[in-house]
């Protein structure tokens, strides 16, 4: 590379054109571990001493996460909700708890066909019709905030980094979709007594910058894509956006950062705000009367989900959380 | 190719992936024809029997567009501005002439350097500190508008084609300039007595197609892009575009359309007219009290302009127009 690190002069590990800059691994990981600070605290994200869950999923986005929260002091769980896409989800599950066995940290491990009689995600979208990535999206959704909200926690945080927000937030200006332009933020407060706000610490951070913040690290994670996501749209939006980058060094958090600060404020005021109503099975936030995953679960056959119940949620590693 | 024109069947010419059809070359220029015809009825570009004046440059998109408009019955001249970047603007000049003498149409052109005691684009922008395709663009609408106006005509047309439109937007989006953003449209009306209604109508065809027609109906042109423009952003935009149509194809279109219909009318909502005035100088729209031409001319010691003067205005082929 020949490039030296900004900070020190040492030989740099890392070129970084939208910050015109190198690092070498000390000061890589410490603009990194900045960068989620300053995220967390200039968006008012988590509070000091608060409880955070983060949805893991074996990729290196939300194991990072999690090491980082760990590190920076915060008191960070994990959870993982194992979707029954076979053999993927089998190693992921097994990628998470080697993660936390490693760091002692608290993992909670969900099966989805625990509660569904066996049906994973690939089964439970044919009988219902939607597409995997819609049906699955759904239902991790739901999961987390249930269970973020049962076992206490004030905030839920996921691992979105820049080229997944910019990339939603291209096929959104795309669409001029004006309701999802308005709800695409690194903090969506809770607006209902049974939603737990959500968080996305690594949204100023890059995917190229947390693959290599994850190997610094000793993180080992899944490289593959979910088997039922290939060919995903979103894929060709952050390759359009790679490809944009590339060419001109910083598009890609201009683009986010200036719809943040200038778009967003004016989707957020056209927003006829929808008042959540309680689901009728589950108690959880809806906009109908029964919630989208009890309807799902509905007609598939599978009884009203119950966390507490049948094994379907287990401890790994770290100290004990009865649910 | 191997593939069928959609209409009759025959071996194809082009693709069309975004319309997902194919066209042999009678039916693809009935295809172009109908674009540029349907662009004009819907945006009420031109009124019956208004007469036109195009920007023209000699590079495809403002023959192609010139051509069009003719063929469609349209009272159509054209305007060419020699910039006085060398042989390139002597090249342009030249197929701008045989262009308009194969077709027998009205060309005007305009010499830069007649006005300002032989200084062009390069030297202009160099004394006035100004980027040259800043400075260009600027002096090129100023003289597009005041010929228009001052010969009579009630609109003005260039040939900005889908590809440069969200070439543009992109750019705009990116940097969430709202004002420009707000004046981003095909018909641009008129809100100054001596300003001239602006109409782009090739905005519903790409570069590709405008190409395959200038081929199609024996156009030559200039394919050199303006040795000025070298590296410009637009063109990293444009190939962001591509890459994105490529892969996605249709989303170029739909990305400048939906913005068109949904986004547009909340940009111009928000704008806060500024109430044009006439330069004390040259008394053409101006937000200042002298228009930024006539600084421009100032600091570079040039006299006020005037068209009807000095010969700077040519009447080439076709019928004679004075001025």
Sequence with gaps: MG????????????????????????????????????????????????????AVSGGKDSLVLWDVLRELGYRADGLYVNLGIGDYSDRSEETCIRFASSRSANLYTISLPAFTGGAGIREISRKVRRKACAACGMIKRYLFNRFSWEMGYGVA?????????????????????????????????????????????????TEKETAACAVMSGIGYIYEECPLARGA?????????????????????????????????GFLQKREDVQLQSCSRCGQPTATETCAVCQMLEKIGAPPLSLSEGGAVKQKAGEALAP
Tied chains: 1, 2.
């Design 233 to 265: 749209r979103s894929t060709v939006y952050k390759n359009t956006l790679n490809y944009l980058e590339q060419h001109s060094p910083g598009a890609k958090q201009q683009l986010f950062y200036n719809f943040l600060q200038k778009g967003r404020p």
């Design 157 to 205: 945080a996921t691992g979105h980094n820049l080229d997944d927000e910019a990339a939603t937030l291209l096929g959104n200006l795309i669409g001029w979709k004006e309701d999802y332009l308005s709800r695409q933020a690194p903090v969506m407060p809770s607006n209902h007594p049974r939603m737990v706000r959500k968080v996305k610490p690594l949204f100023r951070v």
């Design 3 to 54: 490039a030296l690190c900004k900070k020190c002069r040492e030989r740099a590990q890392i070129k970084l054109p939208r910050h015109n800059a190198s690092f070498c691994q000390k000061h890589f990981k410490e603009y990194f571990f900045k960068q989620v600070e300053k995220a967390i605290k200039k968006e008012k994200m988590i509070s000091p001493g608060e409880r955070v869950l983060i």
